[in-house]
C-alpha cells in the first residue's frame, strides 16, 4: 500500500488559516486521498477526500498537487474545536469491492492557541 | 441523531474474562468495522463485515471475534483478555463501493483490564 508522511504535529492561532501537509509520494493513479481527524476521546469522522483536482466542503479545503505526490488540507479558520489529531489516507479506487478498511499513519496533531 | 452507536462507552472487565462490546448503526450500512486504538496510538484494523462476510485482517489475535447477527448490531468478543488488550475499540460503517466508502465511526469503548 502507498504511504503517507505527515508531520507530527503543527501549532496553529485561532481564527486564522490552516495548511496541513501530507506526501505520497508513491501514490498511484487510482488512489484516492482521503483525510479524517479525530478529537480528542471522539472516533475519527470523515473531513474530505479527492483524486486530481482541488475539492471544497464545508468543514475543509483539499489541495492536490499537480503531481499528486502531495496534498493538504486546509481549515480556513481555525477554531479551538478544530484541535484534534489529522489522519490523510490514501485508498485504493477498487480494494476489497470498496470495503476494505483504513490503514491510519500516525496523523498530525494540531493544536490551536486561543 | 447518533448513527454508529457503541454500548458501553466503559468496560472494566477481569484478567481472563470473557468481554463482548457492542456496535449498532441506523444508517444501513452493508459494511461494519472493528478497530482497536492503544493508548497514543493511531486506530488499527481487527477485522470487518462486508454483509455476511467476515473479513478477518491477517495480523489479528485468535483472542478477537466477531458476530453480526442482523444489519444493524456487530459485536467484538474477546475471548480471554490480556492486560495488552486495553484500549479503545471503535466501530465503524459504511456502503461499500468504489470512490468514496466514507467510514462513520462511533465515539468508541475504552476498554480496561485488570
Keep these: 500500500d502507498a504511504k503517507t508522511t505527515q508531520p507530527n504535529s503543527m501549532e496553529s492561532n485561532e481564527e486564522e488559516p490552516v495548511h496541513l501537509p501530507c506526501n505520497h509520494s508513491t501514490i498511484s493513479g487510482t488512489d484516492y486521498i482521503h483525510w479524517y481527524r479525530q478529537l480528542p476521546s471522539q472516533g475519527p469522522e470523515y473531513v474530505i477526500h479527492g483524486l486530481t483536482s482541488n475539492v471544497n466542503n464545508r468543514m475543509a479545503s483539499l489541495a492536490i498537487a499537480e503531481d499528486r505526490k502531495s496534498s493538504t488540507l486546509i481549515l480556513h479558520r481555525a477554531t479551538l474545536r478544530d484541535a484534534a489529531v489529522y489522519y490523510c489516507i490514501l485508498r485504493h479506487l477498487y480494494s476489497g469491492g470498496g470495503a476494505d478498511g483504513l490503514t491510519f499513519g500516525k496523523g498530525t496533531h494540531l493544536i490551536i492557541q486561543p | ?114
Design chain 2, 1 to 114: 441523531d447518533a448513527m454508529v452507536i457503541q454500548n458501553p462507552r466503559y468496560q472494566v472487565t477481569q484478567f481472563g474474562k470473557p468481554v463482548t462490546l457492542s456496535c449498532s448503526q441506523t444508517l444501513n450500512h452493508n459494511v461494519m468495522y472493528w478497530y482497536q486504538q492503544k493508548s497514543s496510538q493511531a486506530p488499527k484494523l481487527l477485522f470487518h463485515y462486508y454483509d455476511k462476510d467476515f473479513n478477518n485482517e491477517a495480523d489479528t489475535p485468535d483472542n478477537f471475534q466477531s458476530r453480526r447477527p442482523n444489519t444493524s448490531f456487530c459485536f467484538l468478543d474477546i475471548r480471554s483478555p490480556g492486560l495488552g488488550d486495553a484500549a479503545m475499540y471503535l466501530c465503524a460503517t459504511s456502503r461499500a463501493g468504489p470512490v468514496k466508502n466514507i467510514q462513520y465511526f462511533g465515539a468508541g469503548t475504552r476498554l480496561s483490564v485488570l
